[in-house]
């Protein structure tokens, strides 16, 4: 039995109780959430105080996320993920507000959604080290390479345990970087380029 919550109506309330990191979108291959649950099981039994710590994954039920079950099931992981499907805007909001941090463990990404979100709702972002997480999130993430496992632990790690001096300045930058993407501005990027080309 995996742990579906119920929406709540109003922000005040948590949709999820307790700590939580959280993980956004789907679970195709390429997203790596096979070795990010790895890393997390590694997390929550490497210390007493991490295992209250939940793993939330919001993302739409499918072919692979009964992959994803069947893992959890094996690594015995069932009370610390909980799935959340059909995410509206203001649960999604909730949910990056109340988390310890977002995090985005793929091997690739066209456009990372997910992280521009996280960091306009105030929270640290912990992302694999590819090309298009550095050119969004600059120096406001903090940085694992998505192949290996200890690397995605420590900085698991890393994010719960920040002081919260460091965690505000890596909120405060997050907001800073998150404003260079918002959709005014995508939209005018664009239309500038369209202007540009003669079609």
Request: hydrophobic share 40%.
């Amino acid at each position: 039995g995996f742990e579906i919550k119920l929406k709540v109506k109003s922000e005040k309330f948590k949709v999820i109780e307790g700590k939580y990191l959280l993980k956004v979108g789907n679970f195709y291959p390429h997203k790596n959430v096979e070795r990010l649950l790895l890393a997390f099981h590694d997390f929550v039994y490497s210390d007493y105080d991490n295992h209250a710590i939940k793993l939330v994954l919001v993302g739409k039920r499918d072919y692979f996320s009964k992959r994803i079950e069947k893992q959890i099931e094996l690594l015995n992981m069932s009370s610390n993920i909980v799935f959340y499907e059909d995410a509206r805007d203001e649960d999604l909001i909730s949910l990056y507000k109340n988390a310890i941090a977002t995090i985005i463990p793929s091997f690739a990404e066209g456009f990372s959604l997910t992280a521009v979100e996280s960091m306009s709702c105030g929270t640290p972002v912990i992302a694999s080290d590819i090309p298009v997480h550095r050119e969004i999130c600059g120096s406001a993430a903090i940085y694992f390479n998505p192949g290996d496992l200890s690397d995605i632990k420590q900085k698991i790690d890393f994010a719960v345990t920040l002081v919260e001096i460091s965690r505000k300045e890596l909120i405060e930058q997050g907001k800073n970087q998150a404003k260079n993407f918002s959709w005014r501005k995508m939209a005018q990027d664009t239309l500038k380029i369209y202007n540009s080309t003669n079609i």
